[in-house]
């Protein structure tokens, strides 16, 4: 088993759940006191987990991807049948790839592109009117490579409401993208992005600031 090490407090990072493999043990105790970022499940998907994937990836594979291009309301409904959280989304193209919709949450207005890949190890979060371009990849898992053993850390992601995360755009996991934020094409997310900023590069970093001004009122909703 874990050392109970694993799971103590950290001043700058909370606990972590821990699954062991069946007679695992830590023999090295920097390892043991090791912590990870706020919400990290530290271990591989249990039995019952795999069946759900393997369900997931039939129905994805099929009546999902080969449904009608503006059949958004059913692709959403297939997705909370497998319990993500998806509001009143405006696009969901049937060639995304969703890894794991149970830990997926979806806002209001939400619109995600070709081909995107939401790798939903970890949760995923996607605010409200957000738009997630072609071929984006938002990850949410990854592995820590400080061990020898290798072990997969599902990190969660939260992306914030009225972004654009632009075309063959990466975010890594563990990372907070604030709202507003306009991420340009082929930009990689490793670190935390602040509000109402426009950010490029790899590792992205802001260049800007963003503003975006309601159609109908004419008010700044970078100001509200």
């Known amino acids: 088993m874990m050392s109970d090490q694993q799971t103590q407090s ?52 099929t009546i999902f991807r080969y449904s009608p291009r503006r059949a958004d309301r059913w692709r959403a409904w297939l997705l909370r049948l497998f319990g993500a959280k998806v509001g009143r989304v405006k696009l969901i193209r049937s060639t995304i790839r969703v890894e794991v919709p149970w830990n997926l949450e979806i806002g209001d207005g939400v619109q995600i592109g ?77 670190k935390d992005l602040p509000q109402w900023t426009i950010c490029v590069g790899s590792p992205a970093k802001p260049i800007g600031p963003r503003k975006l001004v309601d159609v109908t009122t004419g008010a700044r909703l970078d100001q509200s």
């Open 114 to 190: 070709d081909k995107a890949y939401l790798y939903s190890l970890g949760p995923i979060s996607i605010g409200e009117y957000t738009v997630i371009s072609q071929f984006a990849h938002i990850c949410a898992g990854t592995h820590d490579f400080e061990r020898s053993d290798f072990p997969l850390l599902r990190v969660p992601i939260k992306i914030g409401s009225r972004c654009w995360i632009a075309t063959e755009s990466f975010v890594g996991p563990g990372t907070t993208i604030a709202d507003g934020v306009v991420l340009g094409a082929r930009s990689s997310v490793v």
């Open 10 to 61: 950290n001043p700058n990072k909370a606990a972590v759940s821990v699954e062991a493999a069946p007679g695992d043990a830590v023999r090295d105790q920097s390892v043991a006191s090791k912590s990870y970022p706020d919400g990290t499940f530290v271990g591989h998907f249990s039995k019952s987990e795999k069946i759900k994937r393997l369900m997931w990836n039939i129905v994805q594979g």
